[in-house]
């Protein structure tokens, strides 16, 4: 795909997004597919923000049970499955193993209620339902697992993802449909006539151009760089010191909250933190705190691995960007939904949401750009069509 910044300037567009995340890739695909002519500007490479820094599943979100978010887990799993079928070379089924220790937060019967929920939930999709486990076949599974007071356990499907090779198939889904796609190319500011919205200023950061687009409608979609957020984070450590065989669900040890240890080549993943940040999208890290945070896990569930500080192999933190607010004082509880909202100028600006479910939150946006354009109203086709197989192929 060769990058074109003139091509900013060459048309008045139906719509221009800002973002190229996810959110920002799933909504220009949506709204090019639709017939709307579309520009998507990025100020760094496509998935550069939170979009590339996720735990790569595209999952239901079992803990949001815990906190009655049962729509949320429904459109979940209907989004997990859908992007099993559309993109098989990006989203395939991943096991998971969950032990269950004497004394845990959620025993063995709550785990089994939630995981039937789940199933139910997921009924008439291509995923296995979960099974009960007793500790030997826990042991079987994941032989270096802590034995001492393992009271069983649960094995269970969700999907994992390529996140970077999801957006960028998203990208350029949109380009063959006529979009125009730049990166390196930031919005400024907006530019308003009458009163509304009709365009932005962008800078390219590759060359000392500018360029100032005009659109019909601007939608926002730059995730933590205009909400409020939580911050996530991540390290590796050699898999083969974890010697997990695959991905484990466990509770912090800490604090009770759900966590993952995934497998990635021949190293082992641990994430993640969820904690209230102050911190630019631009430059946060994974702090020392949360290091220790993740290996208290990985070491509480793994106990010969050992690992210390000296044992991480990378770190890497992002920033959820949230829509609801918080109904709990746990970071881990408030909603992972997300909020459509047009302001009196007629920008339309989405915050909230997961990876798992960009696709129907851009069905939504684009709804909305449809009635505000005065278009009538076409259905989103996203769900029908495959996703492209790229190999990276994207500038
Ligand atoms: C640690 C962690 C783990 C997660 N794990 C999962 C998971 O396993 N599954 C799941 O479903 N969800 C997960 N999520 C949530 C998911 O990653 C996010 O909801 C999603 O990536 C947000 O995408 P986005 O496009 O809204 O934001 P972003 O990916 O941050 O994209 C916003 C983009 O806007 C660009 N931008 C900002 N300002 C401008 C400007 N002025 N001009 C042009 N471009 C601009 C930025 O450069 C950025 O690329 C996780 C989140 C975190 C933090």
Known sequence: MQRTFAALESRVFDVLVIGGGITGAGIARDAAMRGLSVAIVEKSDWASGTSSRSSRLIHGGIRYLE????????ESVRERETLLRIAPHLVKPLEFTWPVYRSARLPRWKLRAGLTIYDLLARGGTMRPHRSLDPDEVIQREPCLRSKELTGGAAYFDATTDDVGLTRANVTSAVEHGAVAVNYAKAESTTVSAGKVDGALVSDQADALRARVSARLLVSATGPWQARGTKGSHISVS????????AVTMLSPVDGRVMFVLPSGRQTIVGTTDIFTGESPDDVRASEAEVSYLLAAANAYFPDAKLTEADVIASWAGIRPLAAAPYGRNPSSISREHNIVRDSRGMITV??????????????????VMRSLGRSPVAATTHEHALPDIDGAVA
């Open 351 to 368: 915050t909230g949401g997961k990876l798992t479910t960009y696709r129907s939150m851009a069905a939504g946006v684009v709804d909305e």
């Open 239 to 246: 898999g083969e010191r974890v010697c997990n065989r695959g």
């Open 67 to 74: 906190h009655g978010r049962i729509g949320m887990v429904r």
